[in-house]
């Protein structure tokens, strides 16, 4: 490499780093400030964006270089999402979860376009910013949804069937903007084919190139279902879960890149490999693993979203852009709402789904910057839209919290009189806590003393989950019945999908010192009142666990010291009870 060409890299590679230390120390200290007051740290990595940007104090002056950690955010975002999803979740009411996604999304449309013109813009453009903030967040509301442990729940898969869909028509809103630039006389040097690599000749190769990705997909499918489940055994023959997690991130990304490659976005690739994964014993452990990373590419990606908000602009256009804010919620939160009671949904759960996509979303800054690249909105009117979009996605917390609350509120309501209250959504929800008739324990560990701890529990119908890292040994007791899923307890995510929050006991049979320490911190902080049982090798390591959290610690040396002795006191006793052995305690 020529000397000149290896000094800029240096130097790109230097900007780039000082630009994410600076992101990544004034996203803490904003999130830390905001947790105090008790607001979400998503709006604290967006506010960090906007004040560090190039349009406010410039620390970061070109976030560009940023946007491959943006992208990987996501990605992992995403498919950690698909993970938590399989198909026995989805079924119930899919039908008429697509009905209202499709619907809610194309009543956004038409009757955000109408309020679009009101503002003073032209019919092409009015129709442009509609689409465009017609697009919820998708990396927003899942988040927060994961957060909040809803995601399983009717709400949260009702909402990601909407986000799914809408991100589906973005195609088709891209496709549109040719002939909406052709509309407002600015497409005389405009190529039909200039809209994120996406080509548009018309709507008819729209259509049959369409038809030709979506077959795309669906073999991306079949041959991650096929291959993806083998390469995770094969590579816990070794007992080494970082090879997992290499290969499943691998998935991921590769995922990711091939549905880009065919006209779909990225986004859609990671959740389809997490989506693949979902039905798998894997998903808890990945799901896991995947955590910390994922939150920590998650600060840069809000941040640089917030960068895009021009501080300038808010104070020049700020009634407008209230305003708009203000219009776009209520009119998306009310038509979101109507079309999924009208669907089939509870009016609890309507409400609920509406005001947590309120918001405009990522997608509608992509459709936004190529409605303007497209020449159909000028720059004022693009700089006001993101600020519109970047000040809702801030809301956002609050108005899922509102949604909430509000839902609760309304939750006697039914859904529409058109629909069977059978097949109403929203009744019992999915991972809601269990009922409390009984005592309920998770167990880590199926070796001898784990398996004879889950059969004396079956014994006292005593509910329990196993957690255990042998593929294997889940397979088999999974088709058996056991309730049994795989993973290392001491993941936190592990110890959530098992079911820690509602159990009444841990019980660590597991000879790994190392992981029942992290699952004993885990389960305290998760469930302070939990009572831990747990196992070690050595008396050394007793006084460790229980200041870390546990209630009681058997020591394996003690422990098969006191079994020895109580037999052969137990065999002395019996001796010295007959009657030729009585005149020998008398000599």
């Known amino acids: 490499m020529p000397s000149g060409t290896l000094a800029a890299a240096t130097v790109t590679e230097s900007a780039v780093i000082a630009n994410l230390l600076v992101i990544l120390a004034s996203a803490a200290v904003v999130a830390i400030v905001m947790q105090r007051i008790r607001l979400a740290v998503i709006p604290?990595?967006?506010?960090?964006?906007?004040?560090?940007?190039?349009?406010?104090?410039?620390?970061?002056?070109?976030?560009?270089?940023?946007?491959?950690?943006?992208?990987?955010?996501?990605?992992?975002?995403?498919?950690?999402?698909?993970?938590?999803?399989?198909?026995?979740?989805?079924?119930?009411?899919?039908?008429?979860?697509?009905?209202?996604?499709?619907?809610?999304?194309?009543?956004?449309?038409?009757?955000?376009?109408p309020v679009a013109m009101w503002f003073g813009l032209s019919p092409p453009a009015a129709l442009a910013v509609s689409m465009g903030l017609s697009l919820s967040s998708t990396a927003v509301v899942l988040r927060i949804l994961t957060d909040r442990r809803e995601l399983q729940r009717t709400t949260g898969r009702l909402a990601l069937s909407i986000l799914v869909i809408q991100d589906l028509i973005v195609l088709g809103m891209l496709a549109s903007l040719p002939a909406l630039a052709t509309w407002s006389g600015a497409a005389s040097d405009v190529p039909s084919d200039r809209v994120g690599g996406l080509v548009t000749h018309g709507w008819l190769w729209f259509f049959a190139d369409a038809g030709a990705r979506v077959g795309g997909v669906a073999a991306l499918v079949v041959v991650g279902r096929l291959v993806l489940p083998r390469l995770l055994r094969a590579s816990l023959r070794g007992r080494s879960l970082e090879v997992m997690l290499t290969i499943g991130v691998a998935a991921a990304l590769g995922a990711a890149v091939i549905t880009q490659?065919?006209?779909?976005?990225?986004?859609?690739?990671?959740?389809?490999?997490?989506?693949?994964?979902?039905?798998?014993?894997?998903?808890?452990?990945?799901?896991?693993?995947?955590?910390?990373?994922?939150?920590?590419?998650?600060?840069?990606?809000?941040?640089?979203?917030?960068?895009?908000?021009?501080?300038?602009?808010?104070?020049?256009?700020?009634?407008?852009?209230?305003?708009?804010?203000?219009?776009?919620?209520?009119?998306?939160?009310?038509?979101?709402?109507?079309?999924?009671?009208?669907?089939?949904?509870?009016?609890?759960?309507?409400?609920?789904?509406?005001?947590?996509?309120?918001?405009?979303?990522?997608?509608?800054?992509?459709?936004?910057?190529?409605?303007?690249?497209?020449?159909?909105?000028?720059?004022?009117?693009?700089?006001?839209?993101?600020?519109?979009?970047?000040?809702?996605?801030?809301?956002?917390?609050?108005?899922?919290?509102?949604?909430?609350?509000?839902?609760?509120?309304?939750?006697?309501?039914?859904?529409?009189?058109?629909?069977?209250?059978?097949?109403?959504?929203?009744?019992?929800?999915?991972?809601?806590?269990?009922?409390?008739?009984?005592?309920?324990?998770?167990?880590?560990?199926?070796?001898?003393?784990?398996?004879?701890?889950?059969?004396?529990?079956?014994?006292?119908?005593?509910?329990?989950?196993?957690?255990?890292?042998?593929?294997?040994?889940?397979?088999?007791?999974?088709?058996?019945?056991?309730?049994?899923?795989?993973?290392?307890?001491?993941?936190?995510?592990?110890?959530?999908?098992?079911?820690?929050?509602?159990?009444?006991?841990?019980?660590?049979?597991?000879?790994?010192?190392?992981?029942?320490?992290?699952?004993?911190?885990?389960?305290?902080?998760?469930?302070?009142?939990?009572f831990i049982a747990t196992r070690t090798r050595v008396v050394s390591k007793q006084a460790g666990l229980v200041e870390i959290g546990a209630d009681h610690v058997t020591v394996d040396e003690m422990a098969a010291a006191e079994a020895m002795l109580h037999a052969v006191v137990a065999r002395i006793g019996v001796r010295t009870e007959q009657p030729g052995e009585e005149r020998l305690e008398g000599q």
């Open 261 to 530: 490659t065919i006209g779909f976005s990225l986004e859609m690739g990671a959740f389809l490999a997490g989506f693949l994964l979902a039905g798998t014993p894997f998903r808890h452990q990945l799901s896991g693993q995947i955590g910390p990373l994922r939150d920590l590419f998650i600060a840069v990606f809000f941040a640089t979203l917030g960068m895009r908000l021009d501080l300038g602009t808010v104070i020049d256009w700020w009634l407008v852009i209230v305003v708009g804010v203000a219009v776009l919620a209520a009119l998306k939160a009310s038509l979101i709402s109507g079309v999924c009671w009208a669907s089939g949904a509870t009016a609890g759960i309507a409400v609920a789904v509406g005001l947590s996509l309120a918001q405009a979303g990522e997608f509608s800054l992509i459709l936004l910057g190529a409605a303007h690249d497209q020449r159909i909105i000028t720059d004022d009117v693009l700089a006001i839209a993101i600020a519109v979009v970047v000040i809702s996605l801030i809301l956002t917390p609050g108005m899922v919290s509102l949604g909430s609350r509000l839902g609760q509120a309304v939750s006697g309501l039914g859904p529409a009189p058109w629909i069977a209250s059978s097949l109403a959504l929203g009744g019992r929800q999915q991972n809601e806590p269990r009922p409390k008739h009984s005592k309920y324990v998770v167990v880590a560990g199926y070796g001898p003393m784990g398996r004879c701890i889950a059969d004396k529990l079956d014994e006292m119908d005593i509910p329990f989950t196993i957690v255990e890292l042998n593929p294997a040994t889940v397979q088999e007791q999974s088709h058996h019945g056991r309730p049994i899923i795989f993973g290392d307890v001491g993941n936190v995510h592990v110890l959530e999908s098992a079911g820690i929050a509602d159990a009444d006991a841990l019980i660590l049979t597991i000879p790994d010192e190392e992981a029942a320490l992290r699952a004993c911190a885990a389960a305290r902080r998760r469930v302070p009142n939990i």
């Open 44 to 113: 604290a990595y967006l506010i960090t964006g906007a004040v560090i940007g190039p349009h406010a104090l410039g620390l970061v002056p070109s976030p560009e270089g940023l946007g491959v950690i943006s992208h990987l955010a996501i990605i992992l975002l995403l498919f950690g999402i698909g993970l938590e999803l399989h198909l026995a979740i989805l079924r119930p009411g899919l039908p008429r979860m697509i009905v209202a996604g499709l619907g809610s999304c194309g009543l956004s449309v038409l009757l955000g376009w």
